[in-house]
Structure formats: C-alpha cells, structure tokens
C-alpha cells in the first residue's frame, strides 16, 4: 500500500480502541501497564444463545471451503518427493524434537532457559514446513526470497505487538509462568513474536503445493461489488466502528480485533484499484484466501498444543463462548485463525513481493 494509507491504518489501529474507552467514560490510565499483568475486565459468562449463534455462522462460513477441499481431493496433478529433503530441514526436525520435549518436561538443568522455547519450537517449525514445500515443488520461500523472508522476522514482531496492544482492551488472553522487567519481557517477547509471520506464509506456500487447495472452489465467483470503492468504504467505516465497540465494549467487540484490521487492510487497497485476493476472487480463483486461511488455522493448532504444557503459557478469558476446549483455547476461538491468516498473507505479501504485486508461489503459480 501507499505509505500515506499505512499511516492511516496504523493511526485507526492504535487510536480507535482507546477512543472507544473514553466514549464510555473511562479511564486509559489501567491500559498502559507494562508488562500486563492486571486483569480489570470482567467477562459475560457462557450463553448457549451467543455460542449456538457463533458456531452457526462458523459453520456456514467455512462449508464451502471444507466441500469445495473434498470435492477437489482426488485430483493429483503435480509430483510429490521429486526433490530431497534439505539438510536445513532435518536440522529443523532435530531442533524441534528437542524443543519440544524440553517444553513439556522439567530439568532441573535447564530451569533457566525453560520459559524461552516458543522461538526454538517455531524457529525449527519453520525450518521443516520450509523443506517440505521444497521438497514438493523445488522451491520455498527461504530460499527463493531469502532476503525478503527475513525481513518477514520484524515485521512480524511489530504486527503481534498491535494484536497484543488490542488485547489490553479485551483481555481474551493472558500470559503467565514468567516475571521479568518491562525491558526483558518486551525483548523477550519480540523475539518469540518474529515468527508468527514466517510460520503462516510457509504453511501457506506449502499447502499451495497441493491441488485440493489450489484448485478449491475454482470457478466461484464472488460478486464484482465486493471490489467496489463504494462497498469498501461501507465495510471500511463497519470495521472502524468495531474496534470502538471493542475498547467501549469488549465483551461485545472483542471478535472485531480479528476481523477489523483484515477489513481495513483489503478496504484501503480496494480503494487504491488493487486487492489482488478479492480480485482473484471474482474470477473465480481462491486459492490465495483458502490457503492463508488454511494456514491459519494450521499454525493456531500448533501454537494451542505447544502452549498447553509450557512453563511460559498463555490462557484465555472469553465472553460467551468460553466452553469445550481445545488446549487452552475454546473451540469456537479457533474461527479467529481464518481471518487472521487472511491479514498474515495481506501483510506477508507486501514484504515478500513487493506493494501491488500478485504474489504466487514461489512466482510458478
């Protein structure tokens, strides 16, 4: 995007929240403890009314991906296992073993180093998501774009951050297992977020190498309003207003920390004459917003396992829904990751390929 409409999403994302707080009289003052540890919201209890609501729109909203993947199941196109596992990748497979294991165990001898395995369980995650395209397809994008894909690491600790700063207004999530002082918490913590970035876009590319999801719901086509300016300025002024519902009212708003930023990103660049994923899909081609939901939701399960067990953990408080989980996670929380890999590829693509650039696999899609 323009570097003029990143300001004005950035000034939207960090102003509205609070806007919403002062609109119903309160106070900002609880909201700048860092590091977080204050819980001040207290939360709606579960509603069968609110959960039967959710989990039906969750379900009517991802049925035609779920057909449309079985549906094109069968077809196989492309060879599988033409190029050999890279040695980085069995470096990844050893690093995540161990990582893992010490996650979930307790030794005395690595007492001090025990909060801190998130980077190694994700870092080599990487590493093998990485070497299973290439070993599919001949290319990933650590080695295709290896610049580009590091630069993913800080990007992506800012991008958690502002999900972090949404949280101070809803407080859906918490952190616990660990006490530092707000300097090593924020380097800390940085470093455990510059891989949510690279984890998405790799599961991404990976899941394009197989043809149920290239080829899902292939000649559907969404109606040419949704790339109006018209329409994105509706949708982009809904969003807005959600996340001053989410700071005046989280129990209500919370679900737009998720859908909002999306809106706002694919809204300003409709405005701009480009969004390549809806554009695609009005031509009936889906694969660009099936697979980044898709490795959303890839990513949000090993991020919920690997957590479960850890001395560093995080839990979470939900209004209305908090029932049935899975890991720490309620399982409706789970629909959150489908909007959320949308906005990681968004703001992925802007850095692998470059502002109003269509980005495919590896530039052989």
């Known amino acids: 995007m323009h570097p003029g409409r990143w300001a004005a999403m950035m000034i939207m994302l960090v102003g509205l929240p609070p806007l919403g707080v002062l609109l119903r009289g309160g106070s900002l003052t609880p909201y700048v403890e860092f590091p977080p540890r204050s819980r001040f919201i207290d939360h709606a209890p579960f509603s069968w009314i609110v959960f039967s609501l959710i989990a039906v729109l969750a379900i009517a909203s991802t049925a035609p991906l779920i057909k449309g993947l079985l549906r094109h199941g069968s077809a196989s196109t492309r060879p599988t296992a033409f190029w050999p596992f890279p040695w980085w990748g069995w470096a990844g497979v050893t690093l995540g073993a161990a990582a893992w294991g010490l996650a979930w165990t307790r030794f005395p001898w690595f ?36 610049y580009a894909f ?67 719901l292939r000649g559907q086509r969404i109606p040419s309003v949704f790339t109006s300016a018209t329409t994105a300025l509706w949708a982009l002024s809904g969003a807005c207003a959600g996340l001053v519902l989410a700071g005046a009212a989280p129990d209500y708003g919370f679900p737009f920390v998720w859908v909002s930023p999306l809106i706002i990103m694919m809204a300003l660049q409709v405005q701009e004459g480009r969004c390549v994923p809806l554009r695609e899909a009005s031509r009936g081609h889906w694969e660009r917003l099936a697979s980044a939901a898709l490795a959303g939701l890839v990513c949000g399960f090993f991020w919920e396992m690997w957590n479960y067990f850890s001395l560093a953990r995080w839990s979470y408080t939900v209004p209305f829904v908090d029932r049935f989980h899975l890991f720490e996670m309620p399982l409706l929380g789970y629909a959150g990751y489908l909007p959320f890999g949308w906005l990681c590829a968004l703001i992925g693509d802007e850095v692998l390929f470059g502002p109003g650039k269509a980005s495919t696999a590896m530039d052989k899609r």
């Open 150 to 216: 590091s630069v993913l690491f800080p990007v992506s600790a800012g991008f958690w951050w502002v999900f972090e700063y949404f949280n101070r207004f809803v407080q859906n999530w918490y952190y616990s297992g660990v006490e530092y002082s707000p300097a090593t918490y924020f380097a800390l913590a940085t470093l455990s977020f510059a891989t949510v970035l690279p984890a998405v876009l790799s599961v991404r590319e990976w899941l394009l190498s197989y043809p149920r999801v290239s080829n899902v």
């Open 111 to 146: 007492a001090a180093w025990q909060p801190h395995t998130f980077p190694m369980l994700w870092t080599a995650f990487i590493l093998v998501v990485n070497g299973l395209t290439l070993r599919r397809t001949g290319a990933c994008p650590l080695t295709a774009r290896p």
